[in-house]
């Protein structure tokens, strides 16, 4: 077969009765992605879809952002985003998709440098639209798909 489904690194993925909840899929038929994301993500059936809103990088304690950096409001982001998933029944093991709202698409490589640590193998897919005005003036808003199968 022209397309091949990559295995998620063991640990990065949660099973059920030895099925995967999602594969990786990649093709050398369409273009690799430039960033640091799948080129498409194929949910198995019957999995529950959790819809992370839009993410910014508030201090939950402050209800203000973390601060103007892109990089603390990216981890930020990433830690708020935990806790909803985590009050969901999942993690970010199970996120099958993000959208990345930048302000400046100048952040890019910076944003990129957090991914490839929440996702240090094989990403999320991901889209992203940049010149973007952001509620209290955030550098970046994140939204996220996850899978679970409870």
Known sequence: SE????????????E???????????????PSSPGVDAQAIKVHP???QIYVSGQIGIDVTTGQLISDDVIEQTQQIFRNAEAILKAAGAGLENVVK????????EDISLVNSQFTKYFPTEQPSRSMLSGIVLPKNARLELDFIAVNDH
């Open 3 to 14: 397309m091949c489904i990559r295995d998620r690194i063991e640990g990065k993925i949660q």
């Open 16 to 30: 059920t009765e030895n099925n995967r909840l999602f594969d990786v899929i990649e093709t050398p038929n369409a």
């Open 46 to 48: 019957g999995l529950h």
């Open 98 to 105: 993000i959208t990345l709202y930048l302000r400046d698409l």
